[in-house]
């Protein structure tokens, strides 16, 4: 979990990264768009299948372990994207111009989403396939750990066997 939330973090500051890179290069009329219309209706109808996906992805398995420890901050960020994208695109969409210090925030704030749902999609898949569960039925949380930071990390000899990790 601990690097799941690390990789939600990289990705916030990657989006506003870009977002700030955008935004300059509209403001000053380095970038333009030739078709602004059908960009936005992309982008519209990308995160709304996106969406349509993760839902029905996480609806599908809601009672496993690994995919709501891998929706805890990842799914969230992916679906905050998703939805935010689609309402930015849209207010942008609605401009009458695509010149201007409105239409650069607009679409810098659409990139900045797409951003947060691509990244939240990876990080989702990456903390889905590499879950561990708590062997031999231990009680703890999926994600906690007991002793020092690091203590999960350490690798066991056999998978599948009850057998305890290494004190040292």
Known sequence: MKNATKFCI????????????????FANGMLTLANPSLFFIVLIVFACITLAAILAGSLAAKNEAR???????????????????????????????????????????????????????LCFL???????????????????????????DLPLGDEGSCRRRPIL
Do not use: E, Q
């Open 67 to 121: 995919l709501r420890d891998a929706y805890y901050c990842c799914g969230n960020l992916a679906v905050t994207g998703g939805t935010c994208l689609t309402l930015a695109a849209f207010l942008t969409f609605l401009s009458p111009v695509s010149t201007g210090i409105v239409f650069a925030i607009g679409i810098a704030v659409c990139f900045f989403f797409l951003i947060l749902l691509l990244g939240g999609i």
């Open 10 to 25: 990289i990705t916030i500051v990657v989006g506003m990264l870009l977002a700030f890179t955008i935004f300059t290069l």
């Open 126 to 152: 990456h903390s889905y396939f590499s879950y561990r569960s708590p062997s031999c039925g231990s009680s703890a949380a999926p994600g906690h750990t007991f002793g020092r930071p690091g203590y999960d």
